[in-house]
């Protein structure tokens, strides 16, 4: 009986675990942004006098966790992710990852620049590529910078006045300047997460996968 009530409280608390798990999962995907390329047109060649992608690109702000979306004929296109030399060359042969299922989700797991370019060669010289640059993800600490050690200040002894007269008071010291620290910029647009968010995810996901297999074996 009483190894009963045990582990129906260990289920209990098993249970409130993994919806707290399954919140903060939700925050996370809410918080991260999905990109659709190319707008109603999707992934496509662009038009004469249309935004070129790497216009498009450059007014986004991308970071970690936000994702691609690349709407597209599955029969007809594909998308390839590549790296700078085969970007230029729009070389279609050796591609670091490849897509042609119609409706392409690329998440970004790390920060720097991603190259996008169409599996058709003959689109890709038609400018039918992409360079993305994902921010860098700021950390917590702040650098601090080391204050100049300020030179040694050497005392003035007045000489000694003739005899009858006052001596002359000794000069007063010098009075050093702190400079304050300049402000901090603001109005910038919205910045990175502060946090590793990756590294959150795969804390969270982890967790989930031990509070569920202590239920299967409870």
């Known amino acids: 009986m009483a190894d009963s009530v045990v582990r129906s409280d260990q289920k209990k608390k098993a249970l409130h675990m993994l919806g707290l798990l399954s919140l903060l999962l939700v925050m996370l995907k809410v918080a991260a942004t999905e990109f659709k390329v190319g707008g109603a047109d999707g992934w496509s060649i662009p038009a004469d ?17 936000d994702s691609l979306l690349f709407v597209y004929p599955s029969g007809n296109d594909s998308v390839l992710s590549v790296n700078k030399d085969d970007y230029t060359n729009c070389n279609t042969a050796t591609p670091l990852a490849q897509y042609n299922d119609g409706h392409t989700v690329f998440t970004f797991s790390h920060s720097g620049p991603h190259y996008f370019i169409s599996g058709v060669e003959d689109n890709c010289l038609k400018n039918q590529k992409m360079v ?3 921010l860098a993800e700021r950390g917590n600490g ?5 204050s100049p050690t300020p030179s040694p200040s050497t005392d003035i002894v007045p000489s000694p006045a003739p005899s009858g007269q006052e001596s002359p008071s000794p000069p007063e010291p010098p009075v050093e300047t702190v400079p304050s620290p300049a402000p901090t910029a603001t109005g910038e647009g919205p910045s990175p997460p502060s946090g590793a968010s990756s590294l959150i995810i795969s804390f969270i996901g982890s967790a989930g996968a031990l ?8």
Do not use: H, M
């Open 49 to 65: 006098g249309a935004l070129q992608y790497n216009q498009w690109a450059e007014r986004n702000r991308f970071k970690i966790g």
């Open 132 to 134: 993305v640059i994902v």
């Open 142 to 146: 702040s650098s601090s910078t080391s």
């Open 211 to 218: 509070v569920g297999s202590s239920l299967l074996l409870a």
